[in-house]
């Protein structure tokens, strides 16, 4: 009968070898973002911003890396985790720019740099699958990708000015989602793979950086917003009946 020691020794090998993993990938990425976000500080003159952006990834790194000692299982990061964690370096860079004033060259570069976020999203998952690389752990990687990315565009769009206070919603809906699921249990369960979900999702990203474009007005801005925050709750609220409708079966 093996003993307590030889069962350990290869969950624990498993976790440093995470650790390894994990580790390599987030310093090759946050080189990339501090290059990109002092770049960003030069012309902004901003030279807090390269601060801010490193306070952020090494944050969201810590979890990161936390999440993969506890529940990845692999021997590489894999092509698909590493578009993803692209996507979050990315929503990172525009988290370290809010308070910067607004300008057309400043809000085009906002709209650039979503839509390179936005264009990777469809990627990583495409590369899971051809490559046989899908996993629980992937799929909820990108789907917290998608959270930050939401929640950040939402907040550039009220700082901006391209909308009130209440486009914030549309970021914290998800993150509303997941607090409730600690109180009420039968909204914690696993809900099954949606392409509604999916093409809401990018409903709304799509929506956000429309209204952050520079050469579309309040009024507009605020209609396509408030449009892709419709999408979005009657998504959230289309899950939540099917959760109430399981729990009580």
């Known amino acids: 009968m093996p003993t307590r020691s030889t069962v350990e020794l290869p ?38 911003l390269l601060i801010r952006a ?16 506890r529940h990845f299982r692999a021997p590489a990061f ?38 390179a976020a936005v264009a990777l999203d469809g990627v990583d998952g495409a590369l899971a699958r051809r490559r046989d690389q899908a996993s629980a752990f992937g799929a909820r990687f990108d789907m917290e990708a998608d959270a930050l990315l939401i929640l950040v565009l ?7 000015g391209k909308a009130g206070a209440w486009i914030l919603a549309a970021g914290l809906l998800r993150y509303l989602f997941v607090a409730a699921g600690w109180v009420l249990p039968w909204m ?7 392409r509604r979900r999916q093409a809401v999702c990018v409903v709304q990203i799509v929506s956000l950086l429309v209204a952050l ?15 892709g925050l419709a999408a979005l709750v009657w998504s959230f609220a289309v899950d939540v009946r099917w959760l109430a409708r399981q729990a009580r079966a």
């Open 188 to 194: 914690g369960a696993a809900l099954p793979p949606s």
């Open 11 to 48: 969950q624990r090998s498993q976790a440093w070898l995470s650790y390894d993993v994990g580790s390599r990938a987030l310093a090759i990425v946050g080189i990339a973002l501090g290059l990109g976000a002092g770049s960003l500080a030069v012309w902004l003159d901003d030279n807090a």
């Open 78 to 115: 894999g092509a698909a985790n590493w578009v993803t964690l692209v996507r979050a370096a990315l929503a990172v860079l525009l988290a370290a720019v809010l308070g910067t004033a607004p300008t057309p060259a400043f809000g085009w570069m906002l709209v650039g740099l979503g839509t």
């Open 213 to 227: 474009a520079p050469a579309v007005a309040r009024t507009w801005s605020e209609a396509l917003a408030l449009a």
């Open 54 to 69: 490193c306070v952020l990834y090494a944050a969201g790194a810590g979890v990161l890396l936390w999440l993969m000692v």
């Open 154 to 160: 939402a907040a550039l769009v009220w700082q901006q």
